[in-house]
Each structure stands twice: as C-alpha cells, then as structure tokens.
C-alpha cells in the first residue's frame, strides 16, 4: 500500500512518502521537491508541471494557473472575479453558473472545468510518485490538503478531482492540522496529560491567502483550539504590489503600459516575485531587468526593502490584524502563547517576523521546513491510516471552522423549526443524534448559520428529503431520530433516519393439557423480555403444599390481562440534495475524457521518444564516424552513410516533423542497417583485446599448477595422474586455439567484420575453467580415525583400578546366586 502525503498549493505542489522508517519529501523529474502547480495545453498534447511553466510565456492563453481556489466556486462569485486577473486563459460562465476555462488543445477549442484542471495536476503529481516509488506498481491511496476554511462545497468539489485523477482519498486533512501534526508528533518534550497544555500559533503566509491558528500540545496529542484567514494578505498579494509599482514606473519612464499586453503582464509578475525573495535576504537596492519587454524596448528599475515595506503597508497590517483578530476569537493573550512557528513562502518576508516580535515579545521560529511541512503531514496523517505502517500513538482533536444551522419542515413548504447543530471549533469528525416528531414527510436544510465569517458566497450546504413517515393509528406524530454527521473529510451529512413504531405484542394462548387438565403458556409471551423463561410466580414465598394448587384455579388479575407493546424501528428512505458541483454521472464522465487525454499524452510521449531516437542516432553517428569509427569503416561506405545521416536529418525538420511512432522506428531501423555493424566491429576491438588476456591469464595459471603437480608438490598429491592428464590437454588445445585466432585476426582488416568475437573467447574461458578447476580445486580425503582397542572386563572379585573405578563402566554380570536377573517359571 503505498502511503502518499499531497500538499496541492496554489502555486506550487510537494509530494511526501511514508518509507524507510520516516517521512521524505521526492523530487520530481526535474530533480525538484517542488511542482508548479500548472497545466499547459498544446496543439499535439497537454504538459503539467516544471514542463507547462517553461513554457508559460510561450503559450500563455492556453495556460492554467492560480486554480486552487476556484474549486467548488461559481463563475459569478465574487472572489471568482478577483482571482480572474491571475490566470492567462480566457474564464468563461457555464451553464448553472459553472466556471469553465478556455484554451485550445489538439487544434480545437476545449473548456475545462477547475476540477478537472486539479484533476489533471494530480494525475501529475501521482506519475512522479510511482517514478520514485518502484516497488509500488500503482499509486491509488492518499492523503490530500485544503485549507482549513474551505466550506462543504469546496470540499466535495476536491474529492471529486481525485476521482478523476483515479485516487483513493483517504481524507481531506486541513493544512493546519496537518502542520500541527508534522510539529508534534516528533516531540519529546511536551507537557503529560493532564499538566497544563502547551499552546503553539502558527502562521501561514502562503500564495493565496495566510492562516492562523493555534495549538494545545500535550504528551501524545493535539487539540485544534481555532483559526484565522485572509485571503488578501498573501504572496499572490505581495507580488501585485510590486507589479504595479513598476507599471506605473514604466510607464512615466519608457510610455509603455505592461498591463496592455497579456505576455508582458505575467513576465513582469514572474520578475516581481523573484525580486521579492532577493529582497528578504537583501536589505539594498535590488535591480530589476527585463529584455525585449515591450515594443522591443528592455527595462530596468529597482527597489529595496524599506520602499517594498512602505509600498506594502496595508498587507502588513493585514497580517497584524488576522493574529489579533485570531487572540480575540480565541480569548487568549499573547503571554499564553509559548511559541510561534511561521511556514509558507512568504513568511520570509523580514516584516512578517517583526510583526510577530512586537506582538508577542518573542522571535518567531522556523524549526519546521517552510515549504514542505503541510506535505509531510499529510504523509504522517496517511501513514496512520494504513496498516502497513506502524505509528506512535498520537491523538488529533480537529475543530471545524463554521456554525451548522439545520432546518426542517414539510416537504414543499416553508414552516418549521430549526436549531444549530454544529458550533465553531466543535470536534469532527462528530455525529449528533436528533429526535423529531412527524406524522408526515419532511425535508432537512442544512446552513451556515454566519454568512460573515465565510469566503463563499452560498451558505446553503444541501437539503435531505426524509421519507415513508406515517401517523400512527390514531393518527399523531411518530418519533423520529435522525443522525447528522461532519466526517472526518470535513463534509456535512445526513447518515440515516428511523420512525418508532409501538406495536402490540401477541397474547398467550392457553393450550389444555387432555392428561393433567392443566392450562400451558405457548407462543411468544410465555418467554420475559429478554427471552429468557420467566421465573415462577410463588418464587420466594412460604406457602404450604396446595397453596399454590389453589392459586391455579382463581381467575386471572386484571394487569394480566392487559396487552404487552413493543418498539419497532423502521429505516426511512433520504433524498439528497448537495452543493456538490458533479453528480456520480458527471464524475464518472469527466474520469473518461481524463482517461483518454491521459492515453494521448502517452501516444505523443511515445511518438516524440521515437523521433528523439532518430535524432540522437543521427548527431551521435555523424560525430562517431569522423573519431571513433573512423577506423572501422571504408571512407567510401563513411561517405555514403553520412550522406544517408543529413538525408534523415533533413527529412525530421521537414517532412518528418510530425509524423507516425512506425515512421520513426522504420528510420531508424534503416539507419542502423548500415551504422550497426560499423559499431559491431568497433566494439569487437574494444573487448577482444581484453578477452584475450583474461584468457591468457587463465591459461598461465592453470599451467602453473600443473607444474606444481608435476614437482611433486603436497597440495595437489591427491590428484591422480590422468586427471592432471585432462588438465594439460585442455590448457595445450585453449592454447593453440587462442594462438590461431590471434594471428587470423591480426591479419585481418578493420573495417571487416571479425574472425573472433569477444563472447567466443569468453566460451573459450568457460571451457577450460569447466575442466580444470573442479580437478585442480578437488578436496584432500579426509584422514579415517583409528579407534581404540576393547578393553577387557576386570576378573570377578578384582579390586578397582584407576582404569575401572567403582560405580563407572558396565555392571558386572548376575552372580550364580543373584536370583535379581533370572525369571521363574512354574512347571506342573
């Protein structure tokens, strides 16, 4: 099972594994922990990743990027319209107010949904995987991260990617939750339970948007106390000040305005964001150049960090107000803070930890990796999860960040009650049992109850029809229970419903006895409650014989005669009705049109691998013959096949540019006609010379030993003489074959092929070690063990020696008058 942490980021995604005892964090094929999170579509095939950023600037309008938070949003949100401005592509409305992004792939006009954009990116992220992970043939199960303020929709949303990408989501971890388990689970020195709790904030400066939240530790767990957002005060942000400085800078020094063109616009952000990093390490000016910018003109400025500081003010505070606003919430005061630990790319920022210095009194720690804690907790978070992987107990209390509202009424209409079910910072996953009374069918409406404190637009979360409920016979409310559930994926839901029912339990029926005339219980109530026989009525009284024969013959009291009930439970049937943008259906579709974009990314990988080959072929050759092979060819054949290599080079930047993988794998089939045997012979002369000693070794060494033998020495005594016989012939036959093949070969030319191959005087080798060594390596006998002569029994009546001490050797036989070893036997 493989055990796979996901960190989807809004600019860039890292990859954690469970292996070799600990969590790593791979690269991909760029040899890079991280991944841009961008896909790039293209006339012949679509690229994901380091591949669809380099090209970015060159194919802009079919490039997606800054998605994220698009999943699960509507095209008229007004958030949608904010993040617009980042993504190149053209964003178009759907129907049912879907987002759909526009690009051109395979030489048509295609629209994909952000899901599906997600999708294709963990198709991505899952191919490094398996690159990294050999032993694992498939990457299915994992864990994947969301910010901890996504709502219901969202989320659903999200789980609907990975059904796409053809993932096995265990859980949907919040990125909060999953840092505050990568930070305490490697800790050894938190406080015991029941000690008072160590609280930890951490803050999150990232691409989209910053958190914050804060922490209880003790010894083996964590308890999620709440968190703070804003998705204003960001690096995306950052970055967007500085763009604009330098706009309008532009624009007075060279009258050029870079948000007029799309290609200058996103190179200029790409220059800004690189600028900000130098910046954080670099308190001077920092220049700034880029080359043909616009209109063929290059510019240049540049910026330090007190000006970038003043320019970014409002940001700053931002950050300020989120930590305040965070200690409000949550009633605490900066004293009750022990220790802070920022994350995220931008919390390099130098003003982001003054912020934090003057706030709290203390330094801001950086003991966790910025860039890649979210992603090793996720992977821990998996690991947990799997039984493969054993983990040291650590409980995670998670809290969830909104107010849950459910409202119930007629199916149809307006009226009824409602009541909060979930609060702010309860515990999930968490389920709650409901009690109702009804008589007919009704309908579940699940809301948020703030609207303030949410970054979506739509409080509704979904509504649940619940139906088959009936009055009871006289005609009133049935009790019904309904159980409501956030699982641990964060997602509301309705998991079932169930109507009471009491109903009459049958009467006994008196059964006569025809021997004894005696009354018998039969049928369900001659049993008790609990099944069981009931115990007898007179148990435990002092009644003299009869009494209870009398008892007998009275007529029944009045409470037996009362009829006995009991509770039925009825399953009710649940129409659901989600904010989930896909239906099973539409999943289930988007999953094949994935399938088949993923077969042709392979098709074209194919097919470029192909012409790759043609290409290497043909520059590695023509270098080859004008060096190395030169000895090895005729220089008329050398001609006509370096004519044959410009033909075929040619022939790729023309015709061949797109074609077929047979076309390709033909070419090179021809090609190697005539190169193959060039690098045969070229080959041969490389590992034949080597062979050749290998085996003159061998032969020296055998005849080495064989004088041995023939000089009478110890070490090979045990050897018979006609074995060494085989031993000599086999070294004087290897010898005069190597002596032959030499000599032909020497006489013959270069640039034909050759008399011996270097595998043949490896066969040559093999021979003679198969006949000489198992004789020359034959074990001496072991010598045979002498065993000591029979000692003779001391005469009877002897004294004991040192060689036969009393109590030691055989017993001595029975004497004539020891009657201890004879057996009697009686005759008549």
Request: charged share 30%; net charge negative.
């Given at each position: 099972?493989?055990?796979?942490?996901?960190?989807?980021?809004?600019?860039?995604?890292?990859?954690?594994?469970?292996?070799?005892?600990?969590?790593?964090?791979?690269?991909?094929?760029?040899?890079?922990?991280?991944?841009?999170?961008?896909?790039?579509?293209?006339?012949?095939?679509?690229?994901?990743?380091?591949?669809?950023?380099?090209?970015?600037?060159?194919?802009?309008?079919?490039?997606?990027?800054?998605?994220?938070?698009?999943?699960?949003?509507?095209?008229?949100?007004?958030?949608?319209?904010?993040?617009?401005?980042?993504?190149?592509?053209?964003?178009?409305?759907?129907?049912?107010?879907?987002?759909?992004?526009?690009?051109?792939?395979?030489?048509?006009?295609?629209?994909?949904?952000?899901?599906?954009?997600?999708?294709?990116?963990?198709?991505?992220?899952?191919?490094?995987?398996?690159?990294?992970?050999?032993?694992?043939?498939?990457?299915?199960?994992?864990?994947?991260?969301?910010?901890?303020?996504?709502?219901?929709?969202?989320?659903?949303?999200?789980?609907?990617?990975?059904?796409?990408?053809?993932?096995?989501?265990?859980?949907?971890?919040?990125?909060?939750?999953?840092?505050?388990?990568?930070?305490?689970?490697?800790?050894?020195?938190?406080?015991?339970?029941?000690?008072?709790?160590?609280?930890?904030?951490?803050?999150?400066?990232?691409?989209?948007?910053?958190?914050?939240?804060?922490?209880?530790?003790?010894?083996?767990?964590?308890?999620?106390?709440?968190?703070?957002?804003?998705?204003?005060?960001?690096?995306?942000?950052?970055?967007?000040?500085?763009?604009?400085?330098?706009?309008?800078?532009?624009?007075?020094?060279?009258?050029?305005?870079?948000?007029?063109?799309?290609?200058?616009?996103?190179?200029?952000?790409?220059?800004?964001?690189?600028?900000?990093?130098?910046?954080?390490?670099?308190?001077?000016?920092?220049?700034?150049?880029?080359?043909?910018?616009?209109?063929?003109?290059?510019?240049?400025?540049?910026?330090?960090?007190?000006?970038?500081?003043?320019?970014?003010?409002?940001?700053?505070?931002?950050?300020?107000?989120?930590?305040?606003?965070?200690?409000?919430?949550?009633?605490?005061?900066?004293?009750?803070?022990?220790?802070?630990?920022?994350?995220?790319g931008s919390s390099r920022i130098p003003m982001i930890k003054q912020i934090i210095t003057e706030m709290f009194g203390k330094e801001p720690k950086t003991t966790m990796n910025q860039d890649e804690a979210v992603a090793r907790g996720c992977a821990m978070q998996c690991a947990i999860l799997s039984p493969s992987f054993r983990v040291r107990e650590f409980s995670v209390k998670d809290s969830q960040p909104y107010r849950v509202k459910l409202a119930w009424g007629p199916i149809g209409l307006t009226e009824g009650g409602e009541n909060d079910v979930f609060q702010e910072q309860d515990e999930f996953p968490f389920?709650?049992?409901?009690?109702?009374?009804?008589?007919?069918?009704?309908?579940?409406?699940?809301?948020?109850?703030?609207?303030?404190?949410?970054?979506?637009?739509?409080?509704?979360?979904?509504?649940?029809?619940?139906?088959?409920?009936?009055?009871?016979?006289?005609?009133?409310?049935?009790?019904?229970?309904?159980?409501?559930?956030?699982?641990?994926?964060?997602?509301?839901?309705?998991?079932?419903?169930?109507?009471?029912?009491?109903?009459?339990?049958?009467?006994?029926?008196?059964?006569?006895?025809?021997?004894?005339?005696?009354?018998?219980?039969?049928?369900?109530?001659?049993?008790?409650?609990?099944?069981?026989?009931?115990?007898?009525?007179?148990?435990?009284?002092?009644?003299?014989?009869?009494?209870?024969?009398?008892?007998?013959?009275?007529?029944?009291?009045?409470?037996?005669?009362?009829?006995?009930?009991?509770?039925?439970?009825?399953?009710?049937?649940?129409?659901?009705?989600?904010?989930?943008?896909?239906?099973?259906?539409?999943?289930?579709?988007?999953?094949?049109?994935?399938?088949?974009?993923?077969?042709?990314?392979?098709?074209?990988?194919?097919?470029?691998?192909?012409?790759?080959?043609?290409?290497?072929?043909?520059?590695?050759?023509?270098?080859?013959?004008?060096?190395?092979?030169?000895?090895?060819?005729?220089?008329?054949?050398?001609?006509?096949?370096?004519?044959?290599?410009?033909?075929?080079?040619?022939?790729?930047?023309?015709?061949?540019?797109?074609?077929?993988?047979?076309?390709?794998?033909?070419?090179?089939?021809?090609?190697?006609?005539?190169?193959?045997?060039?690098?045969?012979?070229?080959?041969?002369?490389?590992?034949?010379?080597?062979?050749?000693?290998?085996?003159?070794?061998?032969?020296?060494?055998?005849?080495?030993?064989?004088?041995?033998?023939?000089?009478?020495?110890?070490?090979?005594?045990?050897?018979?003489?006609?074995?060494?016989?085989?031993?000599?012939?086999?070294?004087?036959?290897?010898?005069?074959?190597?002596?032959?093949?030499?000599?032909?070969?020497?006489?013959?030319?270069?640039?034909?092929?050759?008399?011996?191959?270097?595998?043949?005087?490896?066969?040559?080798?093999?021979?003679?070690?198969?006949?000489?060594?198992?004789?020359?390596?034959?074990?001496?006998?072991?010598?045979?063990?002498?065993?000591?002569?029979?000692?003779?029994?001391?005469?009877?009546?002897?004294?004991?020696?040192?060689?036969?001490?009393?109590?030691?050797?055989?017993?001595?036989?029975?004497?004539?008058?020891?009657?201890?070893?004879?057996?009697?036997?009686?005759?008549?």
């Amino acid at each position: 099972m493989s055990v796979v942490g996901f960190d989807l980021g809004n600019l860039n995604c890292y990859i954690a594994v469970a292996r070799q005892g600990g969590i790593e964090v791979i690269t991909n094929d760029y040899s890079l922990h991280a991944t841009p999170s961008c896909v790039s579509f293209g006339p012949k095939t679509r690229v994901m990743g380091d591949a669809a950023k380099q090209q970015a600037n060159t194919n802009l309008n079919n490039t997606v990027i800054n998605f994220k938070h698009l999943i699960g949003r509507r095209f008229t949100d007004q958030r949608t319209q904010q993040i617009r401005q980042w993504i190149p592509c053209e964003m178009i409305q759907l129907p049912d107010d879907h987002i759909g992004l526009k690009v051109n792939y395979l030489g048509e006009q295609r629209v994909f949904t952000p899901e599906q954009i997600v999708a294709a990116l963990f198709v991505k992220l899952k191919q490094i995987t398996e690159n990294n992970l050999r032993e694992v043939s498939k990457v299915t199960d994992c864990v994947v991260s969301v910010p901890y303020y996504f709502t219901d929709a969202q989320r659903r949303a999200l789980l609907a990617a990975t059904q796409m990408a053809d993932l096995n989501c265990l859980r949907i971890l919040n990125e909060s939750t999953a840092v505050a388990l990568a930070y305490g689970i490697y800790k050894q020195d938190l406080p015991a339970e029941g000690e008072k709790a160590r609280n930890v904030l951490f803050l999150d400066v990232g691409h989209a948007a910053s958190q914050a939240y804060i922490v209880a530790y003790n010894k083996g767990k964590l308890s999620m106390l709440g968190a703070a957002y804003d998705l204003d005060a960001a690096g995306r942000g950052f970055d967007g000040v500085l763009r604009d400085h330098f706009r309008h800078d532009f624009k007075e020094r060279y009258n050029i305005d870079a948000a007029t063109k799309p290609r200058a616009w996103q190179r200029l952000l790409e220059e800004c964001e690189k600028l900000k990093k130098q910046m954080s390490a670099n308190s001077t000016p920092i220049p700034i150049n880029i080359e043909c910018f616009m209109d063929d003109k290059d510019v240049s400025g540049k910026l330090q960090r007190a000006d970038f500081e003043r320019l970014a003010a409002p940001l700053f505070e931002k950050v300020r107000t989120l930590l305040k606003r965070l200690l409000e919430d949550l009633k605490k005061k900066p004293a009750d803070i022990e220790s802070i630990e920022i994350i995220g790319g931008s919390s390099r920022i130098p003003m982001i930890k003054q912020i934090i210095t003057e706030m709290f009194g203390k330094e801001p720690k950086t003991t966790m990796n910025q860039d890649e804690a979210v992603a090793r907790g996720c992977a821990m978070q998996c690991a947990i999860l799997s039984p493969s992987f054993r983990v040291r107990e650590f409980s995670v209390k998670d809290s969830q960040p909104y107010r849950v509202k459910l409202a119930w009424g007629p199916i149809g209409l307006t009226e009824g009650g409602e009541n909060d079910v979930f609060q702010e910072q309860d515990e999930f996953p968490f389920s709650k049992m409901l009690t109702l009374y009804r008589k007919d069918p009704f309908v579940l409406n699940a809301n948020y109850a703030d609207p303030s404190r949410l970054p979506y637009p739509k409080t509704e979360i979904g509504s649940w029809k619940v139906l088959n409920v009936t009055p009871n016979s006289e005609g009133e409310s049935r009790k019904v229970k309904v159980k409501v559930r956030i699982n641990p994926n964060g997602i509301f839901s309705v998991c079932s419903a169930a109507m009471y029912e009491t109903v009459p339990v049958p009467q006994a029926v008196e059964v006569t006895d025809e021997n004894n005339q005696e009354p018998m219980s039969t049928g369900p109530a001659a049993n008790g409650e609990d099944g069981q026989p009931p115990a007898p009525e007179n148990a435990g009284d002092n009644k003299t014989p009869g009494e209870g024969d009398e008892a007998m013959d009275e007529a029944p009291s009045a409470d037996a005669k009362k009829s006995r009930t009991k509770t039925v439970t009825v399953d009710l049937p649940i129409e659901e009705t989600t904010n989930s943008p896909y239906t099973p259906s539409q999943i289930a579709t988007f999953k094949d049109v994935e399938t088949k974009m993923q077969q042709t990314d392979r098709t074209e990988k194919e097919k470029a691998d192909a012409k790759n080959a043609v290409e290497e072929y043909v520059y590695e050759m023509r270098e080859k013959l004008s060096d190395a092979l030169a000895e090895f060819v005729e220089e008329q054949d050398a001609e006509a096949f370096k004519s044959l290599l410009s033909a075929t080079e040619d022939w790729l930047y023309d015709e061949g540019e797109d074609a077929d993988k047979p076309t390709y794998v033909n070419k090179l089939n021809e090609l190697k006609k005539l190169g193959d045997p060039i690098v045969e012979r070229y080959r041969e002369f490389e590992l034949r010379g080597p062979a050749f000693e290998s085996l003159g070794r061998a032969l020296q060494l055998t005849r080495k030993e064989y004088e041995l033998f023939k000089n009478k020495d110890q070490k090979y005594a045990h050897i018979e003489e006609k074995d060494m016989d085989r031993v000599r012939n086999i070294v004087e036959e290897k010898q005069r074959w190597m002596e032959d093949a030499i000599g032909r070969q020497d006489r013959r030319q270069k640039t034909l092929p050759p008399v011996v191959f270097a595998s043949q005087v490896a066969q040559e080798q093999q021979a003679l070690e198969a006949v000489a060594r198992p004789i020359l390596n034959k074990p001496k006998p072991k010598p045979k063990k002498e065993e000591p002569p029979p000692q003779s029994a001391p005469a009877d009546g002897a004294a004991p020696s040192a060689d036969n001490p009393p109590g030691t050797g055989d017993a001595p036989p029975p004497q004539p008058n020891d009657t201890s070893n004879v057996t009697t036997m009686e005759v008549d």
